[in-house]
């Protein structure tokens, strides 16, 4: 048991609390809280900040740093001698495989992940959604370069199918999947905007589209 394992454990124990109604918490599972209290895990400063305030006492006291207790458990095998890179880089991964997830980039068409960026969890949620339902776009072309929106930007977005006024969202019309900001007219109609230079609206039946993602932010390519 690590030190910082052990000491979770004890003020856990004081505040009566079983590791399943801990985890629950603070957003994470109770197999998590049974490695890092046996010291499989480690964890970073914003868990432990949950942690302590959970459990109503400040344990950042007795917290190590990743690379302290990454090579500390990597010479547990064998003491006395430097553990292997490999070693540091599981214990990195295995650490920051509860806090952290690979939101996948895709393009337009959604079927094969382009890359992946490591994002936090927090509340079992990624920026306040499902986990399940975030991604990245890159964007295909200038159709909105009036917004800012330029051909490879990233733009973090979630899955809805839900028609938002004044959202920008990733739809599917006439066959093709393009990136536009959508506002309602009435119960029936809605008028696509794009702005490839000059701005330029369509309008449309609610039916004749749907809603892949919703844009909620582009990271603009310097």
Not at 16 to 25: G, I, R, V, Y
Not at 175 to 204: A, M, P, Y
Request: hydrophobic content about 40%.
């Amino acid at each position: 048991m690590s030190r910082i394992g052990n000491k979770i454990k004890q003020v856990r124990l004081e505040a009566k609390l079983s590791q399943k109604q801990l985890a629950k918490k603070i957003g994470a599972s109770e197999n998590f809280i049974k490695d890092v209290e046996l010291g499989r895990k480690v964890v970073n400063q914003s868990v432990m900040d949950r942690i302590s305030k959970v459990l109503g006492k400040d344990l950042n006291d007795i917290t190590m740093s990743f690379e302290e207790q990454a090579l500390e458990e990597g010479k547990q095998e064998k003491i006395g001698k430097t553990a292997p890179i490999e070693k540091v880089k599981d214990v990195w991964n295995d650490a920051f495989s509860s806090v952290l997830k690979t939101v996948p980039v895709y393009g337009y068409d959604m079927n094969k992940a382009l890359e992946g960026r490591k994002m936090p969890i927090i509340g079992n949620k990624i920026e306040g959604y499902s986990k399940d339902k975030v991604l990245f776009l890159k964007v295909e072309d200038d159709d909105m370069i009036g917004f800012r929106m330029a051909k490879g930007d990233i733009a973090f977005a979630h899955i809805t199918h839900e028609i938002q006024n004044n959202s920008i969202c990733l739809i599917e019309y006439n066959g093709e999947k393009i990136i536009r900001q959508i506002k309602k007219l009435d119960n029936s109609k809605l008028l696509l905007i794009s702005n490839r230079g000059s701005l330029r609206t369509d309008t449309v039946g609610i039916k004749d589209i749907k809603v892949l993602a919703k844009l909620d932010r582009v990271e603009i390519k310097l």
